[in-house]
């Protein structure tokens, strides 16, 4: 279940996007935190497993005609490519008018995603 972020997940936030490599120094992080909240159009979002845990995270981008994925987190407990799928169709459920898409570091992902819907 994707959740949007709120103030009172920042530090479960802050867990999940630790998992990415290039946030791991404190103020990076805290940097990438706050481009998304500076603009209605990113998100983070916060998923769930089917255990009611948090154990990923999504930052999006969102346009008229698609949305952006600029990243996904996955705890290394649950970091497989059918949670990543999982996560990408709640995506679409949520945003169901627009086209998901990646950036070039996750486009790779998104290419296998949507050829499990051909």
Do not use: C
């Amino acid at each position: 279940m994707l959740l949007k972020y709120r103030a009172d997940y920042e530090k479960v936030a802050m867990g999940l996007l630790s998992f990415v490599p290039t946030l791991k120094k404190i103020d990076r992080l805290q940097a990438e935190l706050q481009w998304y909240q500076d603009s209605d159009a990113r998100q983070l979002l916060l998923w769930k497993d089917m255990n009611q845990d948090f154990s990923g995270i999504v930052g999006v981008e969102i346009r008229p005609k698609f949305v952006i994925v600029r990243l996904i987190a996955l705890t290394p407990a649950v970091r497989d490519e059918n949670q990543t799928n999982t996560i990408l169709d709640e995506l679409q459920d949520m945003y169901p008018d627009q086209r998901i898409m990646g950036t070039l570091e996750n486009t790779a992902v998104i290419a296998r995603w949507e050829a499990r819907h051909e």
